[in-house]
């Protein structure tokens, strides 16, 4: 009884840890961006087009090196679909918000990863091709946001020479602290990580819950608290585009990088039912997204579809 006590209260402050410590990591890296004068957009592309999905990226990479191919790979798809339903059902619910026609570029780097990755299931070394793929689909999405962004990074990079001017009154870290605070950061979210995975290992071990069902519901639940939060703050403030923005630039992250990276790691996958059945679900999910998105505004039809769709995939994975 005190052992899965322990592991539990292990597991959730290991991902207390992440949380913060990727606030920190974050902030003084813009702060860097700042301080060198380095394009604001090109960061973000490189290092905070993780952004949210730090948390993420370090559960499935660490999963996947240490041979958890079901929770690596169920927190891909099942962070995808708790927050393409979930995050977005919410809000939608009780808010109907509309916003700007999404490009269709987006959404054609969404399926052609979705469809490499279910592909890479079925070939011999599938996961190993089909992360080499996706990573190049990864390269392409930031040369293509690099390219229409050039304006706005001259804008942001001067916005922030002004502010940083403005605040010449208040105590300004030093580089070499920030720096210090990056690298500190960065190494807790990998112990973290590293703990967070060792905790659902043992749990696994001593409820008998299966690692796919841990990866595609517990870990995804988990690391989807931000961006529900994100959602509701943007709806809220009327800034439905950073939030939407947000959504889409995390699901494009999740299958092409963090699929990508824990593919090449894990090279092959026994296929089980439950990921057949949870890509179907993210397919589903992921088609009512892109009519939503034609339409340009959600109301509380959208979120109680998206609703009933999260019940489903809860109640199959429960099962």
Not at 211 to 217: A, L, M, R, V, Y
Request: charged residues 15%; hydrophobic residues 60%.
């Amino acid at each position: 009884m005190w052992e899965i006590i322990l592991w539990i209260f292990l597991f959730i402050g290991a991902y207390i840890l992440i949380f913060f410590s990727v606030d920190v990591f974050l902030d003084n890296l813009k702060d860097l961006c700042n301080a060198y004068r380095v394009s604001a957009f090109i960061i973000g592309a490189l290092v905070m087009g993780i952004g949210i999905d730090l948390e993420e990226f370090a559960t499935s990479t660490i999963a996947s090196v240490n041979r958890l191919p079901y929770l690596a790979i169920g927190n891909v798809i099942g962070n995808s679909i708790i927050a393409l339903t979930l995050c977005l059902a919410l809000p939608a619910i009780f808010y109907t918000f509309k916003f700007n026609r999404v490009s269709r570029f987006y959404f054609l780097i969404i399926y052609i990863s979705f469809f490499i990755i279910i592909l890479g299931f079925f070939l011999p070394f599938g996961l190993l091709i089909a992360g080499i793929a996706t990573l190049g689909l990864y390269s392409i999405y930031l040369i293509r946001n690099i390219k229409y962004s050039h304006e706005m990074d001259l804008e942001e990079t001067g916005a922030a020479a002004v502010e940083e001017g403005e605040g010449e009154g208040k105590k300004e870290k030093s580089k070499r602290r920030m720096i210090l605070l990056v690298i500190i950061g960065l190494f807790i979210i990998i112990f973290a990580g590293e703990l967070l995975i060792l905790s659902a290992d043992e749990i696994i071990k001593i409820t008998g819950l299966s690692e796919s069902f841990f990866g595609f519901i517990i870990i995804a639940f988990v690391n989807n608290v931000e961006e529900l939060t994100l959602i509701i703050k943007a709806i809220k403030k009327h800034a439905v585009e950073v939030g939407l923005g947000g959504m889409i630039g995390k699901l494009i992250v999740n299958l092409t990088l963090i699929f990508g990276v824990s593919g090449v790691i894990l090279i092959n996958i026994v296929l089980i039912p439950s990921l057949i059945w949870n890509s179907v679900i993210l397919l589903l999910v992921l088609l009512i997204i892109h009519l939503i998105a034609r339409k340009k505004f959600m109301n509380r039809k959208d979120g109680i579809i998206l609703a009933v769709i999260f019940v489903i995939f809860l109640i199959y994975n429960f099962i």
